[in-house]
């Protein structure tokens, strides 16, 4: 409670409220619940629903008011239990059940359903209601993974106001008037928003469902556990439910420093992924008749030999380990001891699609500090694709707060319409549209109005890392006292390479060792739930590496396109079916619940260190994730902690060559959906990757006269890919886009990754046609 | 005493004009008879005095609101919080309430007149831009405005450095689009932003703290704004001598239904009474067919009805709020004796059910419902139980007691006007209102049409299923 | 079908600009879309939310609440019967019956050869001129059974065209600022300061 804090009266007792805070809010941690449907605390009130009318008196006689929408004042008598309100709390909840269906028993809202409870505990327990009631077509898709039943609806605006307020995607709307008032999309406009199943989640009602959980359980069969979603490193709090051993859904829970109870679609709906088809159940082994299922005990016997007979051999360079970004605090932490202990110096969980981790040995911010700075700078890919709470928590900060966006981006971005400034560099410059910018005096003086927090990743995948973080190097030295968060984007990134798993050197990251592995010189390469062929940039780089590497050794839980091949193949536990703890991008350390068995024998992966380094010969002196947690805990990650490790930094160089030829910039960077293991496997969201394509500024097409979805053939000094092509006036002429990493759906669509080098500071392209 | 042809609806009088002066030509509307009576001279005037200047003026004027709330022009141009600019004017030109009619009159006849108005407004209050919002079904008003606006613009009276001073200032013509919640000053505001008609909560919204686009807004209706000429070239001690002290100068009255000459008239505030307007010679000359008066609605579609016993109260705020009902827009509706009462009060509830906005949970779902059972009891299916359940269901709308007339023959004391309400706005309790009127005033007219008690279906809530 | 033509988008645009937020035009937008085609079609709802910058479902949103606007054709002509206590009180039902009889439709619908729709309406700021009429927003007053028919025998044949526009046209007069008198909008976030003759006349008038 603050200093200032405001003495008001609720039913006779007295109680400091917050100044500003609404009534219903300060009753409510009083212990006096004021029924509700439309007020949501994460959004602005509207006073709608008037069931939380109450009787405040603030000096001049006791008068009925939503007490959603007053805020305390001193000496103020709040009567939640008098006569008029209780008449007109009762007579509001029989009129907002007057044209509500009494459709509990099939309805998935039943048994956690606001409107039921508040009937319930507020209602008149009669209706009088006797006339035919409002009648709409049954649920009616509004997107591909909600749909709205406008007969239950009690038009309490809140998924109306998440749209418009919170995602900024108001593609949901009132139509009508008065009694005949519903919520709609526009005519074959879907509501395809990144975030639409908050509003399935905040409904009161059952007029929203996800259809990833309709019909699946009731309420109250569920069982629940608190944990982290670790679909990106923003790490939001999440509600795990669960039945029968099967993960049902997840719910946003509202931790004030990270995700205010939001979720994006991707975090929400994956957790189809975890009894996907597709999991690694049991060890496997190739052989010549393709892969075997086998014994933890022969796989590990295997492993050991393969891993002894390299080490002894050819010594410790020629073991590489790649990944450790998707799993917990814990499974990094031991992987990292089995390395240092066998001298293993190549591991990375980055797959050359992040920045180096001196990142994060940059003075940081926490995502609180950045929603209040003064200024924030993207030097990052687009939020809204990547990290999307954290998007929707800095969409907040300018539209509700004073924070101002200065953007560096390549393509324009999901802030872009909320950006002070949006400024657009080509691949290779960056720095020099950085340091014109910052000559700008506006541009200054609002540099020096405040904090300012710089939010840094990868914006550009076909440009090299070190590329982008000579310009953040630059843009850090440029602002006084600036400091980062950092935009890695896997879940556990970031403590995956505080907990020991980042590289020795930059001769020890992926790339090298990818390099080293494709000239032969990798004897184990192991893949500690990656997929370089899927996901690291340069993809020839990375065939070339799994086919010259010795043996492949994948320890994944989904069979991937790196893992058809492996040597062997380790079933892993995913989220969900492990304990443990995650650190989010601005290093906060939050919990990893287990709430389901892994399919089959699949185990942890710090399990699988743990006991490799035992057959090795090394004792870890651990044997369970409570003694691993423990090592945490002593380093400062415990739960709950904002954990930072330093890194060292030196000053990155970088030469990009004069264009010759090749005159067109390519821009790739990550979008929502991709044909990523997590996607790719939940049926929900399979779908809603768009496919390869490349987007190109129509002034280009039309000079070359190509339609928009006609083929066109890019190419660089490395390769050359043909795609389908769609117009985007958001691009500059010299430069074109694409999504990284998406499924190509159509057999003869090329793959951007083969134009992309990763020995090339930039790519750049021709456009061609397809004649 | 005439009428006008080509202001239909207008009657003329030896009286006191302030708002309808020039309504006797038939040209009234042109730049040129504006000018040639008087027109703008107010603003000349004004331009020459400061803001504070004027504003005091109008402050000591006691103009009164005209679109319903009858709240002092020149107090609510004073509340706009300090320092905070742009300050915005909306002019109310929606007219809807059921029995007003006069601000179309005012536009589509003097609209300079309305204009310089506004100009006047704008330059005491510091208002550096006006909206203009005319209710969308007002086809000739839309006209004559546009046209006035266009005239004022070419002459100079609108726009930069008017008539050389440093007052500059754009007056911009909105068209709503139909519906009456938007009449609603904080639902206008809304609209204007290109929303859902909409009403805001006050608090926090009252417009003159934050209004349109946030900022400090003062709305004001047509007639409200058209006195303000008057004021500016005759000064208030003039205005003030018209009318009584809490209701000073005149206002227009729109009286229809069942009187002999319905029709608007500009009276003299505050004195003149009920009686005078339903039975005078120079006003509606009495009931249709020498009928009895049954009851009459004193002021605009949401007022509680008035009978016969209260035809001698003035048309003065406070004693007709005592009395149980409200003048709002200055509409008086009649109904004499032929008058099938619950089918009346039908239409009414009928209005407001079909205007709801759809925000609040009462008026929404409550205005229909009341509706319904309305229309049952008026089509002969109702029992006496609806008659109750009017009642009740208006209570979830407005709690507590409800303000009526009195009555010697139902020896009903009057309940005081206002009552609690459950809306953000007036429009649901206003679905109630004719209904409680007319069943507390004339609750044999009900029973007579309804069937005894069936036993009544109640739905137990607990059919809404079990939890856990 | 239908988007604005060009001198309705040059239009829209000059109506944007007198708002400092172009969500303001919404309704005079719709207005012209209206005015242009007889009643708002997708297309043109699709086009006046980018020019304005919002999505189309906001402006369905906006479009739907207000009684005006039409979002299926209706009649050339659009006959609406005030039906609210005054004009019922004097027979607004008669009038009504006999609009239904002549055109044999009923209340809601529309002739088969698209002339005309028949709707009862709300209260039309003419109480004391009951029981009246509007045909495309131009009145009626004190109308009689006879006159009803009457009138639509003389919209029939076209007797009326002069006096009543389609549907859709609302004002024939359109407001212009010109760009030499016009003060201009300004986004109020540009704004802080008192407007210039508050400051300019502390003392004295603004002249
Ligand atoms: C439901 C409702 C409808 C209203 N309709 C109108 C209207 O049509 N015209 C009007 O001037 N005021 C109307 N008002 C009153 C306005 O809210 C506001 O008080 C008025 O425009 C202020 O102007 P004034 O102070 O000049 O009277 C309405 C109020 C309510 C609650
Ligand atoms: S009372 Fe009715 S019209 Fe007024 S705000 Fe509430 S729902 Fe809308
Ligand atoms: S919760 Fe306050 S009005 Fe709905």
Redesign the pocket.
């Known amino acids: 409670m603050s200093e200032q804090s405001v003495e008001i009266t609720v039913n006779g007792k007295t109680i400091s409220a917050e100044p500003g805070e609404m009534v219903i809010a300060a009753a409510e941690r009083a212990g006096e619940f004021i029924p509700r449907f439309c007020y949501h605390p994460r959004m602005s009130s509207v006073g709608m629903c008037r069931q939380c009318l109450v009787e405040i008196d603030t000096g001049r006689g006791p008068m009925l008011q939503p007490s959603c929408m007053v805020p305390v004042s001193p000496g103020m008598t709040v009567d939640t239990e008098s006569d008029t309100t209780k008449q007109a709390q009762e007579g509001i909840l029989e009129l907002l059940l007057a044209n509500h269906p009494l459709d509990c028993p099939v309805c998935d809202k039943g048994g956690e359903c606001p409107l039921q409870d508040q009937a319930f505990s507020h209602g008149p327990g009669e209706s009088r209601y006797i006339e035919e009631k409002r009648h709409y077509e049954k649920p009616i898709d509004i997107s591909s993974l909600i749909m709205l039943d406008r007969e239950r609806c009690v038009l309490c605006d809140r998924c109306t106001r998440f749209a418009d307020e919170v995602a900024g995607d108001p593609l949901i709307h009132f139509v009508e008037r008065g009694n005949a008032t519903q919520v709609m999309t526009y005519p074959d406009e879907p509501f395809s928003s990144h975030f639409s199943g908050n509003t399935a989640q905040i409904c009161p009602v059952g007029a929203l469902t996800a259809k990833p959980y309709r019909f699946k359980a009731r309420p109250w069969d569920l069982e629940q556990a608190n944990s982290t979603c670790t679909s990106c490193s923003v790490g939001c709090e999440i509600s795990v439910h669960s039945s029968r051993d099967r993960v049902l859904r997840y719910q946003g829970i509202d931790n004030d420093d990270v995700n205010w109870g939001w979720l994006c679609d991707r975090g929400r709906f994956n957790f189809e992924s975890i009894h996907a088809e597709g999991r690694v159940t049991e060890p496997l082994i190739k052989t010549a008749d393709g892969h075997q299922a086998t014994s933890w005990n022969a796989a590990m016997s295997i492993t050991t030999e393969l891993l002894n007979e390299s080490l002894a051999s050819a010594g410790a360079s020629s073991v590489g380990v790649i990944g450790g970004a998707r799993g917990t605090n814990e499974d990094a932490w031991a992987w990292a001891q089995l390395c240092a202990a066998l001298g293993i110096e190549r591991h990375d969980p980055q797959l050359g699609d992040g920045l180096p981790a001196a990142l994060l040995g940059m003075p940081r911010a926490t995502i609180r500090e950045m929603a209040s700075a003064a200024t924030v700078v993207l030097l990052a890919p687009d939020l809204k694709e990547e990290l999307p709470v954290l998007y929707l928590r800095l969409r907040d900060a300018v539209v509700n707060g004073s924070t101002r966006i200065i953007e560096f981006t390549s393509t324009g971005s999901g802030l872009t319409r909320h950006a002070w400034r949006s400024i657009r560099h080509g691949a290779g410059d960056v720095g020099s549209t950085i340091s014109a910018t910052f000559a700008d005096a506006d541009v200054q003086a609002q540099l020096s109005s405040g904090p300012v927090v710089v939010v840094a990743g990868r914006g550009n995948l076909a440009t090299s890392a070190d590329v982008e973080f000579a310009a953040l190097q630059q843009l850090m030295t440029a602002v006084d006292g600036a400091t980062v968060l950092p935009a890695l984007r896997r879940g556990n990134v970031v403590g995956a390479l505080q907990a020991g798993l980042a590289p020795t050197s930059a001769a020890s990251d992926t790339t090298s060792t990818l390099t080293a592995a494709a000239n032969g010189q990798i004897e184990v390469l192991v893949l500690l739930g990656s997929d370089p062929l899927a996901d690291f940039p340069d993809r020839d780089l990375a065939a070339a590496a799994l086919n010259g590497a010795g043996r492949v050794v994948s320890i994944t839980g989904h069979m991937n396109a790196s893992t058809v091949d492996a040597d062997v193949v380790l079933p892993a536990a995913v989220m969900s079916e492990k304990t443990g703890s995650t650190t989010n991008l601005e290093g906060r350390v939050a919990p990893i619940a287990k709430k389901v068995n892994t399919p089959g024998v699949a185990r942890a992966d710090w399990m699988i260190a743990v006991e490799l380094a035992d057959r090795l010969g090394h004792d870890l002196g651990v044997s369970s994730v409570e003694g691993i947690s423990e090592q945490l805990t002593s380093v400062g990650a415990g739960v709950g902690s904002v954990w930072s490790v330093p890194f060292e930094s030196s000053a990155v160089e970088v030469n990009v060559a004069p264009k010759g030829g090749y005159d067109v910039d390519l821009i790739v960077s990550r979008v929502m959906y991709d044909g990523g293991v997590a996607t790719a496997s939940s049926p929900s969201l399979a779908g809603l990757a768009n496919g390869r394509s490349v987007a190109v500024n129509p002034a280009v097409l039309e000079q070359l006269g190509i339609d928009s979805g006609e083929m066109i053939r890019l190419v660089s000094e490395h390769g050359s890919a043909e795609l389908p092509v769609c117009p985007d006036d958001r691009l500059d002429r010299g430069t074109v886009w694409a999504a990284f990493g998406q499924p190509g759906r159509e057999s003869g669509f090329g793959d951007v990754r083969s134009l992309i080098s990763s020995s090339a500071p930039v790519s750049r392209i021709r456009i061609e046609r397809v004649s | 005493m005439t009428s006008f042809p080509w202001a239909p609806g207008f009657i003329d009088g030896d009286r006191p004009k302030i708002v309808t002066s020039r309504f006797q030509y038939e040209d009234s509307h042109t730049l040129e008879r504006y000018l040639a009576t008087g027109g703008y001279e107010g603003l000349r005037s004004v331009l020459a005095r400061s803001p504070h200047d004027m504003h005091e003026e109008v402050r000591s004027s006691t103009l009164l ?7 002092p ?1 020149g107090v ?1 141009w004073g509340l706009t919080p300090d320092g905070v600019f742009p300050r915005y004017l909306v002019v ?6 059921p029995g ?1 009619y006069k ?1 179309r009159l005012l536009m589509e006849r003097d609209p300079h007149q309305l204009i310089e108005g506004c100009l006047i407004a704008c330059y005491a209050a510091g208002l550096s831009r006006c909206f203009l919002y005319i ?1 969308g079904e007002m086809a000739l008003a839309q006209e004559r405005v546009a046209q006035a606006l266009n005239d004022a613009y070419a002459a100079g009276f609108i726009g930069k450095n008017i008539l050389g001073s440093s007052f500059s200032i754009d007056i911009v013509l909105h068209w709503g689009a139909g519906a ?2 938007v ?3 904080t639902a ?1 505001i809304e609209s204007l932003e290109g929303n859902r008609g909409m ?1 805001r909560l006050k608090p926090p919204y009252f417009p003159a703290a934050i209004g349109l686009y946030g900022q400090p807004t003062i ?4 007639e ?2 058209s006195n303000l000429p008057f004021i500016a070239t005759n000064g208030a001690a003039e205005y003030t001598a018209i009318g009584t002290e809490s209701s000073p100068g005149t206002r227009m009255v729109a009286v229809s239904g069942h009187v002999r000459r319905p029709g608007v008239y500009e009276i003299i505030n505050g004195t003149t009474t009920f009686r005078d307007l339903l039975y005078g010679e120079e006003f509606c000359q009495g009931i249709r067919d020498d009928n009895e008066l049954k009851a009459f609605v004193p002021g605009g579609g ?1 007022a509680p009805w008035f009978l016969p016993d209260q035809l001698d109260l003035p048309f003065e705020g406070r004693l007709v709020g005592a009395a149980g009902s409200m003048l709002g ?1 200055g509409a008086i509706m009649v109904m004499d004796s032929t008058t099938d009462i619950p089918a009346a009060a039908l239409t009414l509830t009928k209005f407001y059910a079909h205007e709801s906005c759809g925000k609040c949970v009462p008026c929404r779902e409550g205005g229909t419902w009341l509706m319904r059972i309305l229309d049952r009891v008026v089509e002969g299916t109702g029992t006496t139980d609806d008659l109750d359940l009017l009642l009740e269901v208006g209570g979830s709308i407005c709690p507590g007691d409800m303000p009526h007339a009195a009555s010697a023959d139902l020896q009903l004391e009057a309940t005081p006007f206002p009552y609690k309400m459950t809306t953000i ?3 649901g309790p ?1 679905a109630y209102v004719p209904v409680h009127s007319a069943l507390t005033l004339f609750r044999s007219e009900f029973e007579a049409r309804v069937a005894p008690s069936r036993t009544r279906s109640r739905i137990p809530v607990t059919a809404v299923g079990a939890g856990s | 079908m239908a988007r604005l033509t060009d001198e309705n988008v040059t239009l829209a645009k000059e109506i944007i600009d007198r708002y400092p937020r172009a969500k303001s035009a919404l309704i005079p937008l719709l207005h012209i879309a209206q005015e242009q085609d007889g009643w708002v079609t997708d297309e043109a709802m699709r086009q006046i939310a980018e020019l304005i910058g919002v999505t189309p479902a906001e402006v369905l949103g906006t479009g739907t609440f207000y009684e005006m606007f039409k979002f299926e054709p209706v009649g050339k002509y659009l006959i609406n019967v005030c039906g609210t206590m005054s004009c019922a009180l004097l027979g607004a039902d008669d009038l009504m019956h006999a609009a239904e009889e002549e055109l044999g439709i009923h209340e809601g619908g529309t002739t088969d050869d698209g002339m005309f729709t028949l709707h009862r309406a709300e209260c039309q700021a003419a109480c004391t001129e009951a029981p009246c009429l509007q045909v495309n927003y131009r009145y009626r007053f004190r109308t009689t059974p006879v006159e009803v028919r009457q009138l639509i025998s003389d919209l029939r044949n076209g007797r009326l065209d002069d006096e009543i526009p389609p549907h859709g046209t609302l004002a024939r007069v359109r407001q212009h600022i010109p760009a030499d008198k016009g003060v201009g909008a300004v986004d109020p976030s540009q704004v802080t300061s008192p407007p210039e003759w508050i400051t300019a006349s502390a003392e004295g008038g603004a002249s």
Not at chain 2, 65 to 71: L, P, Q, S
Not at chain 2, 92 to 97: F, K, L, Q, V, Y
């Open positions: 609101g005209r679109g319903g709330a009858g709240f022009a609510k109310n030109g929606d007219e809807s309430e007003t601000d209710r009456y919640v009449g609603e000053e206008l009403p709305v004001n209706n047509v409200t704004l949401s827009s706005c007036f429009v206003s």
